[in-house]
């Protein structure tokens, strides 16, 4: 059962390459996309009790002894990432099959899909640094086919800006990894929170916590790092905009929230009241962004920058409110994000364009529409009892209980801002009277509003029932507070 860990990464890479070999077969291309993206949620869902059951599981590949061997490990904060990561890629899988075009679909469309997926789990799974740089670089690889997928125009003009900002993010990546290893001799993250503590220069440390603070901010979008994302998100089709706004930034985040607790922790008075302003202005610039246009997409794309911002800054306090918090809204962002944005490409596709000033009307025409994107809108702001609420509690909590109280008072005046901003869309496109739209066929419009319905009940269902989830919550963070859990786990031999 030690190998159940690898399953998530393993089976969606088996689905891709063999998806590889009949592009054509649209019918085959969809069903084995499906199909693995099923197994690999069913192996999560078997490693989360596993974990549960009997604590974090190491697997050291070649039988090397860590840390000298490649070490795979999942505790409970990884695999709930897993989970979502996994969930979302198989009802993007399902709103592909109405929404993406049969020519995309004979484009190696899913096969990059489930390579991404491959990408971003492995990424949540890993114990060693390099290999995150590794696992960082298949999903960008599979990002760069997927954001220029269908050639148009606008996605070929972004693309061009995509591919510098990574490159040039991947490359200050190695080099952070370097000095790193220069200063430590070693890789491993659970030898480097032991090591990192003995070592008394604590100065280039915390110049190389700096270094990765960069990196991971590029992938993460935080401030002022932010400026690639909106144009990037805002080119490919819908089904590849909500797969990016839910997964991409989020290993930005993970990577930012495994590093910042169980190995950069020596200048803590630096190193996390950095993280703190950090995530605050990040919350600001993303709340100005989402007033500023008038652009469904757009405003849920800066969504995606208030939502880093608040995740962060629980995780800057170091403190178990902060933490737990962190960890929950983290989850809830990444599923609430797909679901918006599922909803909002109905919107656009109902009414042929994303310009909220060219929208009116769909209550009358569309009302279960209009109250499914309602319940979603009151997620997203933190409305209790919805899923985004009790994350944002607890951040706020750890804040005035940590030293940052006047990050909360911007968490809670912000939380206003996010829900005017959803409301905008819910006020333009749903009420006054009804604008001319394009012809949707009723087939295919269940088609995309199924899964988004239920990506939306399952965020109803966190929020309500956020009791039974809390026990993981607590698990996932007190392996983040508590560093030894891990260390002793992955160095047990």
């Given at each position: 059962?030690?190998?159940?860990?690898?399953?998530?990464?393993?089976?969606?890479?088996?689905f891709?390459?063999?998806?590889?070999?009949?592009?054509?077969?649209?019918r085959?291309?969809?069903?084995?996309?499906?199909?693995?993206?099923?197994?690999?949620?069913?192996?999560?869902?078997?490693?989360?009790?596993?974990?549960?059951?009997?604590?974090?599981?190491?697997?050291t590949?070649?039988?090397?002894?860590?840390?000298?061997?490649?070490?795979?490990?999942?505790d409970?904060?990884?695999?709930l990432?897993?989970?979502?990561?996994?969930?979302?890629?198989?009802?993007?899988?399902?709103?592909?099959?109405p929404?993406?075009?049969a020519?995309?679909e004979?484009?190696?469309?899913?096969?990059?899909?489930?390579?991404?997926?491959?990408?971003?789990?492995?990424?949540?799974?890993?114990g060693?640094?390099?290999?995150?740089?590794?696992f960082?670089?298949?999903?960008?690889?599979?990002?760069?086919?997927l954001?220029?997928h269908?050639?148009?125009?606008?996605?070929?003009?972004?693309?061009?800006?995509?591919l510098l900002?990574n490159?040039?993010?991947?490359?200050?990546?190695?080099?952070?990894v370097?000095?790193?290893?220069s200063?430590?001799?070693?890789?491993?993250?659970?030898?480097?929170?032991?090591?990192?503590?003995?070592?008394?220069?604590?100065?280039?440390?915390?110049?190389?916590?700096?270094?990765?603070?960069?990196?991971?901010?590029?992938?993460a979008?935080?401030?002022?790092?932010?400026?690639?994302?909106p144009?990037?998100?805002?080119?490919?089709?819908?089904?590849?905009?909500?797969?990016?706004?839910?997964?991409?930034?989020?290993?930005?985040?993970?990577?930012?929230?495994?590093?910042?607790?169980?190995?950069?922790?020596?200048?803590?008075?630096?190193?996390?009241?950095?993280?703190?302003?950090?995530?605050?202005?990040?919350?600001?610039?993303?709340?100005?962004?989402?007033?500023?246009?008038?652009?469904?997409?757009?405003?849920?794309?800066?969504?995606?920058?208030?939502?880093?911002?608040?995740?962060l800054?629980?995780?800057?306090?170091?403190?178990?409110?902060?933490?737990?918090?962190?960890?929950?809204?983290?989850?809830?962002?990444?599923?609430?994000?797909a679901?918006?944005?599922?909803?909002?490409?109905?919107?656009?596709?109902?009414?042929?364009?994303?310009?909220?000033?060219?929208?009116g009307?769909?209550?009358k025409?569309?009302?279960?529409?209009?109250?499914?994107?309602?319940?979603t809108?009151?997620?997203?702001?933190?409305?209790?009892?919805?899923?985004?609420?009790?994350?944002?509690?607890?951040?706020?909590?750890?804040g005035?209980?940590?030293?940052?109280?006047w990050?909360?008072?911007?968490?809670?005046?912000?939380?206003?801002?996010?829900?005017?901003?959803?409301?905008?869309?819910?006020?333009?496109?749903f009420?006054?009277?009804?604008?001319?739209?394009?012809p949707?066929?009723?087939?295919?419009?269940?088609?995309?509003?199924?899964?988004?319905?239920?990506?939306?009940?399952?965020?109803?269902?966190?929020?309500v029932?956020?009791?039974?989830?809390?026990?993981?919550?607590?698990?996932?963070?007190?392996?983040?507070?508590?560093?030894?859990?891990?260390?002793?786990?992955?160095?047990?031999?």
């Amino acid at each position: 059962m030690i190998n159940l860990l690898l399953f998530p990464v393993l089976i969606p890479l088996l689905f891709a390459a063999i998806l590889l070999f009949f592009p054509k077969n649209i019918r085959m291309q969809r069903t084995f996309a499906a199909i693995g993206a099923g197994l690999a949620l069913v192996a999560v869902l078997f490693l989360i009790a596993k974990v549960k059951t009997d604590g974090i599981q190491a697997v050291t590949l070649g039988s090397w002894d860590a840390p000298f061997g490649i070490t795979m490990v999942s505790d409970l904060f990884s695999a709930l990432l897993v989970l979502s990561a996994t969930i979302i890629t198989l009802f993007i899988i399902f709103y592909s099959f109405p929404t993406i075009g049969a020519g995309r679909e004979q484009s190696f469309y899913y096969p990059a899909v489930l390579f991404l997926l491959t990408g971003v789990n492995g990424a949540f799974t890993t114990g060693d640094i390099f290999n995150l740089f590794v696992f960082f670089e298949v999903l960008l690889m599979s990002s760069y086919m997927l954001i220029v997928h269908g050639g148009e125009k606008p996605q070929l003009r972004e693309t061009i800006k995509y591919l510098l900002v990574n490159v040039i993010s991947s490359a200050l990546f190695v080099s952070a990894v370097a000095f790193l290893y220069s200063v430590t001799g070693t890789l491993n993250m659970a030898d480097l929170a032991v090591k990192i503590p003995q070592i008394e220069a604590t100065g280039i440390l915390t110049v190389i916590a700096v270094m990765f603070l960069v990196v991971f901010g590029f992938k993460a979008a935080i401030f002022p790092l932010y400026f690639w994302l909106p144009g990037a998100y805002h080119a490919p089709p819908t089904p590849i905009l909500a797969l990016f706004g839910a997964l991409l930034t989020k290993v930005g985040v993970y990577a930012i929230m495994r590093t910042y607790t169980l190995f950069f922790t020596m200048n803590t008075d630096f190193t996390h009241e950095l993280l703190a302003i950090i995530a605050i202005l990040t919350i600001l610039a993303g709340c100005i962004g989402a007033l500023a246009y008038f652009d469904v997409k757009k405003i849920i794309i800066y969504n995606i920058i208030i939502a880093v911002g608040v995740i962060l800054f629980g995780v800057s306090q170091l403190n178990e409110a902060g933490v737990d918090g962190a960890i929950f809204y983290l989850v809830h962002d990444m599923l609430i994000k797909a679901a918006l944005f599922f909803l909002v490409g109905i919107v656009a596709v109902i009414f042929g364009t994303s310009n909220l000033r060219q929208m009116g009307g769909l209550m009358k025409t569309h009302p279960f529409l209009g109250w499914v994107y309602l319940i979603t809108a009151f997620g997203l702001a933190g409305i209790p009892p919805l899923s985004g609420f009790p994350g944002k509690l607890l951040i706020v909590r750890g804040g005035f209980e940590g030293p940052h109280f006047w990050g909360s008072i911007v968490v809670l005046a912000t939380s206003l801002l996010v829900l005017l901003s959803a409301m905008r869309i819910f006020v333009y496109a749903f009420w006054g009277e009804p604008v001319e739209t394009v012809p949707l066929k009723k087939s295919t419009y269940r088609q995309m509003l199924i899964p988004s319905v239920l990506l939306v009940a399952i965020t109803v269902f966190i929020g309500v029932g956020a009791e039974l989830f809390m026990p993981l919550i607590n698990g996932a963070g007190e392996v983040l507070l508590n560093p030894s859990i891990y260390i002793d786990a992955v160095l047990k031999e």
